[in-house]
């Protein structure tokens, strides 16, 4: 993980609201179960869908509380919606993502992901 995702995530962890979502132990198992490069397939799939447009259909709304990992991730993340994005990483709304951008929040999707199987699953390998 970059020292960039970290310092994000840690910023993150003092916002009482992001702070609050966790991987239940099925989305854990889920994510092991699949693999890594298979959510991130998933993360960069929801975002290209739900977040990239240039105007996301229900924007503000567009994201489940759980169902999938992602989902919580977005929302612990701040890549739950145009709003948040802009608020937390500085991409303006009103146009379409970058393919860069998708990258860029699917990777920090994915650091957060990271983090929470290792919170309760060391010594598990990542
Ligand atoms: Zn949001």
Known sequence: MSTGYGKILESL????????FRLT???RMYVLDKG?????????????SR??????????RQT???GHPVFVAQ????TCCRGCIQKWHGIEKGRALTEQEVDFLADLIMAWIKRELIAC??????
């Not at 929302?75 to 701040?78: E, I, K, L």
């Not at 699953?121 to 990542?126: A, G």
Request: proline content about 11%; overall charge positive.
């Open 13 to 20: 962890q003092h916002s009482r609201f992001r702070s609050k």
């Open 25 to 27: 132990r099925k989305d």
């Open 36 to 48: 890594i490069p298979t959510i991130r397939r998933h993360a960069i799939e929801i975002l290209s």
């Open 51 to 60: 977040i990239a447009p240039r105007f996301p259909k229900n924007d503000g």
């Open 64 to 66: 489940p509380m759980k």
């Open 75 to 78: 929302h612990a993340t701040a």
């Open 121 to 126: 699953c060391t010594p598990m390998v990542v």
